[in-house]
């Protein structure tokens, strides 16, 4: 007989901000960072807004750092945490992506750090996954652990239950702006051709897109629905598809009259 059941893992502690370890670390983020500058008091840290760094730092062996930190949720964890980051490195490999025509904002696909070394000689590969909606899961976690980011600004818990207010989840304030925008429709000419396009894709892609649109918050049901913020980006992936599916076509002729 075992000590211990077959499928026995340990429980997981709730740690509230997530540390990135050796080897892979996949995350989504949630929210909008709130950047600052990072210094270091007696081993505490202490933070400054954009707007008020210092002029120099406490310990002059440890220089003022530039610091991004938002919410995630950490897959290892299966928890929502805040990511907090100074490595310059992680830094501009995001901002790359969201620059990014063909990735754009993080909120809509998860993040891979693989973080290798130690110390000085640590390194950071940071690289995207394809898009993919936000789990109902994901969502209710968040819900259920409200944050207060500018808390970190004065080292109090930003998940205390006495905050007046808390960060917004990005994908539901992104929808409230594109229900707006909604006001100023698509022309119809171009909706036309985007529809046009859309049917001389890969049938799959097709019904994967549609089902794609469905689940977003609020739903969208059809091209008809597309929001004008979100029509640049949509098309764009339409017309990559449509391409890639005619050279695909164009490959599998020129195969069968080979026979």
Not at 28 to 40: F, K, N, Y
Request: with cysteine.
């Amino acid at each position: 007989m075992n000590f211990l059941p077959e499928n026995y893992e340990s429980p997981k502690t709730s740690n509230y901000y997530m540390k990135l370890q050796e080897g892979e670390n996949r995350f989504r983020i949630l929210t909008q960072p709130v950047l600052g500058w990072e210094d270091w008091v007696d081993n505490k840290p202490v933070r400054f807004t954009m707007d008020s760094k210092p002029a120099k730092s406490h310990d002059p062996q440890k220089p003022i750092r530039h610091f991004w930190a938002f919410v995630v949720f950490n897959y290892s964890e299966e928890q929502i945490q805040v990511l907090h980051i100074t490595q310059a490195t992680i830094r501009k490999s995001i901002e790359a992506l969201c620059k990014d025509k063909d990735w754009g904002s993080p909120y809509f696909y998860d993040i891979k750090i693989h973080k290798t070394g130690e110390k000085t000689d640590t390194e950071y590969n940071v690289n995207p996954v394809p898009h993919k909606v936000l789990d109902q899961y994901v969502i209710s976690c968040f819900k259920n652990r409200p944050c207060n980011l500018n808390a970190l600004f004065t080292n109090e818990d930003p998940f205390a239950t006495h905050w007046d207010s808390y960060v917004e989840l990005a994908i539901e304030s992104i929808s409230k702006i594109n229900i707006d925008e909604k006001k100023t429709s698509i022309p119809f000419k171009d909706l036309l051709e985007l529809k046009k396009t859309f049917s001389e894709c890969d049938p799959k892609y097709q019904k994967e897109l549609i089902h794609t649109l469905s689940k977003m918050t609020p739903s969208i049901n059809g091209l008809d629905d597309i929001p004008i913020g979100l029509y640049e980006k949509i098309k764009q992936a339409i017309n990559k598809n449509k391409n890639e599916y005619e050279e695909t076509l164009k490959y599998s002729d020129e195969l069968f009259s080979r026979k």
